[in-house]
């Protein structure tokens, strides 16, 4: 269910009834996404995309860490 | 809360479709029922049960190949080409495909009431030069108009004859295990574009169709190896259903790789955001060749020496399989079957 | 991709798959909830690499099966009905009602479209203001906010002619149901970590406590996946029950505040007919009655006297987890995905037919 997809913020605008769009590149892909719900949004933000909407932000440091808890489960 | 949890189970749908559905033009197993069903078993005869994209006799010791195909696509002008390009190509490709050297190919439009004349010229330009650049002549044809909503703007059907001159024989019956499988190139292209273009999800990208004329390509391998058996263009239904096709009609198995499979970074993207799976995307300038082990590195190299097949790559082998099923070791190891697509893809949202 | 190939890689799968092997003692039935998860699961068979001990279940999480039949009536009506475009996502098309499916009335003359986003039909809406666009919205609380969003713009925007048919369900009360049915065993939850990127996970500790379950929310990618899998395994081998978040990249406690309130300013709660299951208290969101000016199903006049007729079909027992597709006697053999006998084998998201698809049953290791 609910397919969801990273995508990247190259751009932020205001559209006339409010609502901030912003573009967001997946990988050479641009599409509009809808960032209402991310009110600290900025360009170069990485954000999780379902059915056109921004649902939360990606945390790069918890990325990572997840990568290093599998690279350390050998050593425990 | 209800304690009692009612197992109801579903309502059964119509199984038995009484009318056509875009799925049983999608190239996968509602096309093939179509033909299996109604239409193979009213025509039967020994050429037409080769189940070829072209059929191929002798007429006065002379090897024909012989195909007809129709275009209807939506929007007529794409990203990387146009609806009479495609005409051209994808009946070259058919053609080249059985070893033959395409020659001769007839052209009929179905053209809507009020379609612009300045389209009509444009759309027979550019199959003039598709014709130049596939060395191929028009030699006949017809076109007919229809009242308005009656077709969507123009429809193509065109019928190519190509001579088969070397001794070769392109023949799944050829195929057997240990055989090579060899892709001309990343896959997806055509598919994306046209969905893109179509606009439905706006989405910006510079992914083009890979329409391509395939017989000077073919003809370098084939003047390389005597030792092709088999050679396909996965167009409608993706690379899955190419070698679906194969593996039943030559009764092998397949193992193909994943991480061997090109697939441009951005077609991916956008399959990765529909929830599509690029194996079933269609192409219209990539090849297939089964190839026995021992030539498979002459002709690959030979492939990447030309410009429609830089980036060809051996993606597995055929495998002795009583299903006739091919299978995929995925990149994390395991291994999954590659069905046939059934119906249309669907973007999932979920 | 960034953030989807970095959890795709074979060494990774391995080393968390030895290190499940390395502390696995007993037999233990793990639960995923998410069609999207029970898809990844069976496109990178992960059940080929995982040990024995270890039985995967598959849950009630495609929101294209649980969609109850009524509504798909009720959408295979309104799309006949005169200048209205009916608009869903692409998979809710295939799926049959009571005759058939949104594709054959398509093929008969409705006007039915494919879209990827609610905001495309507020686009149509506005493009084609003398049609009325309705959008038939189903999914879990990921998807209900963007829902919501859409009729908030049409508000906004002051658009007449949009509408939505509302099908929207929540997961914690079908979990809970599963949970407290104890028609099948149930040891550990790997829950959807993309509506919980919307709500956060605090609902599930009493869950996870009063079942005495562990629950982990996890990611989608195989080895997000694997992860989970280890994380829900080593609490059951040390006895724990908790809640734990393998999927922090994306999830955080308290979900996504704004998506929540947006969510429960335009829907209230109120119960809701699974497909397969049958009613679940409080377990389906409704357009609250300021905003019933575009709730189809106030808006059309729509007959829905629907016969429910006994079939070979146990989605029911195959959406809690009861059997796997492969116990279905007409598996591969009557129901295909050419021929569903029920929604698991329409749906992509649907275990039947992502069992049938990614061949299962056919390899013999």
Same mark, same amino acid.
């Given at each position: 269910m609910c397919l969801a997809i990273p995508g990247r913020v190259i751009s932020i605008s205001n559209t006339d009834t409010e609502s901030k769009?912003?573009?967001?590149?997946?990988?050479?892909?641009?599409?509009?996404?809808?960032?209402?719900?991310?009110?600290?949004?900025?360009?170069g933000d990485y954000v999780l995309v379902h059915v056109g909407f921004a649902l939360n932000k990606l945390d790069e440091k918890e990325a990572e860490e997840i990568l290093n808890t599998i690279k350390n489960l050998e050593e425990n | 809360m209800n304690e009692q949890i009612n197992i109801n189970s579903c309502p059964v749908p119509q199984t038995e479709y009484d009318r056509i559905l875009m799925a049983h033009g999608g190239g996968g197993k509602f096309s093939k029922n179509l033909l299996e069903q109604y239409i193979y078993?009213?025509?039967?005869?020994?050429?037409?049960?080769?189940?070829?994209?072209?059929?191929?006799?002798?007429?006065?010791?002379?090897?024909?190949?012989?195909?007809?195909?129709?275009?209807?696509?939506?929007?007529?002008?794409?990203?990387?080409?146009?609806?009479?390009?495609?005409?051209?190509?994808?009946?070259?490709?058919?053609?080249?495909?059985?070893?033959?050297?395409?020659? *001769?190919?007839?052209?009929? *439009?179905?053209?809507?009431?009020?379609?612009?004349?300045?389209?009509?010229?444009?759309?027979?330009?550019?199959?003039?030069?598709?014709?130049?650049?596939?060395?191929?002549?028009?030699?006949?044809?017809?076109?007919?108009?229809?009242?308005?909503?009656?077709?969507?703007?123009?429809?193509?059907?065109?019928?190519?004859? %190509?001579?088969?001159?070397?001794q070769i024989?392109?023949?799944?019956?050829?195929?057997?295990?240990?055989?090579?499988?060899?892709?001309?190139?990343?896959?997806?292209?055509? %598919?994306?574009?046209?969905?893109?273009?179509?606009?439905?999800?706006e989405l910006e990208t510079n992914i083009e169709s890979d329409t391509a004329p395939l017989n000077s390509l073919v003809e370098k391998i084939i003047n390389v190896s005597k030792n092709i058996h088999m050679m396909r263009d996965p167009t409608r239904g993706g690379l899955s259903s190419c070698l679906n096709e194969i593996a039943q009609s030559a009764k092998v198995g397949m193992l193909i790789y994943e991480d061997k499979i090109r697939i441009r970074e951005d077609v991916k993207s956008i399959c990765e955001l529909l929830g599509l799976d690029p194996l079933?995307?269609?192409?219209?300038?990539?090849?297939?060749?089964?190839?026995?082990s021992k030539d498979a590195d002459l002709v690959l190299n030979t492939m990447r020496q030309h410009p429609l097949g830089k980036d060809s790559q051996i993606i597995g082998e055929l495998i002795e399989d009583q299903f006739n099923l091919v299978y995929m070791k995925t990149i994390i190891g395991t291994t999954r079957i590659v069905d046939m697509i059934s119906g249309e893809q669907l973007p999932r949202i979920c | 991709m960034k953030f989807i190939d970095e959890y795709r890689n074979a060494d990774d799968s391995k080393r968390i798959v030895d290190k499940i092997k390395n502390i696995l003692r007993h037999n233990w039935y793990i639960m995923e909830i998410c069609g999207g998860q029970t898809h990844t699961i069976l496109k990178y068979r992960l059940e080929e690499i995982l040990p024995e001990k270890i039985t995967l279940l598959h849950g009630p999480g495609c929101p294209v099966c649980v969609t109850s039949v009524e509504f798909i009536d009720k959408a295979i009506q309104l799309s006949f009905h005169k200048d209205v475009i009916l608009?869903?996502?692409?998979?809710?098309?295939?799926?049959?009602?009571?005759?058939?499916?949104?594709?054959?009335?398509?093929?008969?003359?409705?006007?039915?479209?494919?879209?990827?986003?609610?905001?495309?039909?507020? !686009?149509?809406?506005?493009?084609?203001?003398?049609?009325?666009?309705?959008?038939?919205?189903?999914?879990?609380?990921?998807?209900?906010?963007?829902?919501?969003?859409?009729?908030?713009?049409?508000?906004?925007m002051g658009l007449k002619n949009f509408f939505v048919l509302c099908a929207h369900v929540l997961v914690p009360p079908a979990i809970e149901i599963l949970l407290k049915s104890q028609l099948t065993k149930i040891d550990g939850i790997i829950a959807a970590g993309h509506v919980c990127t919307v709500m956060g996970f605090k609902e599930y500790i009493p869950i996870a406590k009063k079942?005495?379950?562990?629950?982990?929310?996890?990611?989608f990618e195989p080895n997000d996946l694997l992860l989970g899998i280890f994380m829900t395994v080593k609490q059951l081998e040390?006895?724990?029950?908790?809640?734990?978040?393998?999927?922090?990249?994306?999830?955080?406690?308290?979900?996504?505040?704004?998506? !929540?309130?947006?969510?429960?300013?335009?829907?209230?709660?109120?119960?809701? !007919?699974?497909?397969?299951?049958?009613?679940?208290?409080?377990?389906?969101?409704?357009?609250?009655?300021?905003?019933?000016?575009?709730?189809?199903?106030?808006?059309?006049?729509?007959?829905?006297?629907?016969?429910?007729?006994?079939?070979?079909?146990?989605?029911?027992?195959?959406?809690?987890?009861?059997? !796997?597709?492969?116990?279905?006697?007409?598996?591969?053999?009557?129901?295909?995905?050419?021929?569903?006998?029920?929604?698991?084998?329409?749906?992509s998201e649907g275990s039947c037919n992502a069992y049938y698809k990614f061949g299962s049953v056919k390899i013999n290791n």
């Amino acid at each position: 269910m609910c397919l969801a997809i990273p995508g990247r913020v190259i751009s932020i605008s205001n559209t006339d009834t409010e609502s901030k769009i912003a573009k967001v590149d997946f990988g050479g892909v641009i599409r509009e996404v809808c960032v209402d719900w991310i009110p600290d949004i900025k360009i170069g933000d990485y954000v999780l995309v379902h059915v056109g909407f921004a649902l939360n932000k990606l945390d790069e440091k918890e990325a990572e860490e997840i990568l290093n808890t599998i690279k350390n489960l050998e050593e425990n | 809360m209800n304690e009692q949890i009612n197992i109801n189970s579903c309502p059964v749908p119509q199984t038995e479709y009484d009318r056509i559905l875009m799925a049983h033009g999608g190239g996968g197993k509602f096309s093939k029922n179509l033909l299996e069903q109604y239409i193979y078993p009213l025509f039967d005869n020994e050429i037409l049960s080769q189940k070829h994209d072209s059929a191929i006799f002798e007429i006065s010791n002379t090897k024909f190949a012989f195909t007809t195909d129709s275009f209807v696509v939506n929007p007529i002008y794409f990203p990387g080409g146009d609806i009479g390009k495609l005409a051209v190509y994808g009946t070259v490709n058919d053609l080249s495909v059985a070893g033959a050297k395409p020659v *001769f190919i007839s052209l009929s *439009f179905i053209i809507e009431e009020g379609f612009p004349i300045e389209d009509f010229k444009k759309i027979l330009l550019s199959i003039k030069q598709a014709t130049e650049i596939a060395d191929v002549k028009i030699i006949t044809g017809d076109t007919k108009v229809v009242e308005k909503g009656s077709c969507d703007k123009i429809f193509i059907n065109t019928t190519g004859i %190509g001579i088969i001159e070397n001794q070769i024989e392109i023949n799944p019956s050829k195929c057997k295990a240990g055989d090579k499988i060899i892709l001309s190139g990343s896959i997806g292209e055509h %598919g994306i574009s046209i969905l893109v273009s179509r606009n439905n999800f706006e989405l910006e990208t510079n992914i083009e169709s890979d329409t391509a004329p395939l017989n000077s390509l073919v003809e370098k391998i084939i003047n390389v190896s005597k030792n092709i058996h088999m050679m396909r263009d996965p167009t409608r239904g993706g690379l899955s259903s190419c070698l679906n096709e194969i593996a039943q009609s030559a009764k092998v198995g397949m193992l193909i790789y994943e991480d061997k499979i090109r697939i441009r970074e951005d077609v991916k993207s956008i399959c990765e955001l529909l929830g599509l799976d690029p194996l079933y995307v269609a192409n219209e300038g990539k090849l297939v060749v089964i190839v026995d082990s021992k030539d498979a590195d002459l002709v690959l190299n030979t492939m990447r020496q030309h410009p429609l097949g830089k980036d060809s790559q051996i993606i597995g082998e055929l495998i002795e399989d009583q299903f006739n099923l091919v299978y995929m070791k995925t990149i994390i190891g395991t291994t999954r079957i590659v069905d046939m697509i059934s119906g249309e893809q669907l973007p999932r949202i979920c | 991709m960034k953030f989807i190939d970095e959890y795709r890689n074979a060494d990774d799968s391995k080393r968390i798959v030895d290190k499940i092997k390395n502390i696995l003692r007993h037999n233990w039935y793990i639960m995923e909830i998410c069609g999207g998860q029970t898809h990844t699961i069976l496109k990178y068979r992960l059940e080929e690499i995982l040990p024995e001990k270890i039985t995967l279940l598959h849950g009630p999480g495609c929101p294209v099966c649980v969609t109850s039949v009524e509504f798909i009536d009720k959408a295979i009506q309104l799309s006949f009905h005169k200048d209205v475009i009916l608009t869903s996502y692409g998979d809710m098309l295939r799926v049959p009602g009571t005759k058939y499916s949104l594709l054959y009335s398509k093929s008969i003359g409705a006007n039915v479209k494919t879209i990827y986003s609610p905001i495309d039909a507020l !686009k149509l809406a506005k493009d084609y203001p003398d049609k009325k666009i309705i959008f038939f919205a189903i999914g879990f609380e990921t998807t209900a906010p963007a829902t919501a969003s859409s009729i908030i713009q049409a508000r906004k925007m002051g658009l007449k002619n949009f509408f939505v048919l509302c099908a929207h369900v929540l997961v914690p009360p079908a979990i809970e149901i599963l949970l407290k049915s104890q028609l099948t065993k149930i040891d550990g939850i790997i829950a959807a970590g993309h509506v919980c990127t919307v709500m956060g996970f605090k609902e599930y500790i009493p869950i996870a406590k009063k079942y005495k379950v562990p629950i982990v929310v996890t990611g989608f990618e195989p080895n997000d996946l694997l992860l989970g899998i280890f994380m829900t395994v080593k609490q059951l081998e040390e006895g724990r029950y908790d809640v734990e978040n393998q999927y922090k990249r994306a999830v955080r406690e308290e979900g996504n505040m704004s998506a !929540k309130k947006i969510m429960f300013d335009v829907f209230e709660v109120v119960d809701r !007919k699974w497909r397969g299951i049958g009613f679940i208290n409080n377990s389906g969101l409704k357009i609250k009655k300021e905003f019933e000016d575009m709730d189809a199903e106030k808006v059309f006049s729509l007959n829905t006297q629907i016969d429910e007729i006994d079939t070979e079909c146990i989605a029911g027992l195959i959406l809690q987890g009861i059997k !796997k597709p492969v116990d279905c006697l007409n598996f591969a053999r009557k129901c295909t995905p050419e021929n569903p006998l029920g929604a698991p084998m329409v749906s992509s998201e649907g275990s039947c037919n992502a069992y049938y698809k990614f061949g299962s049953v056919k390899i013999n290791n």
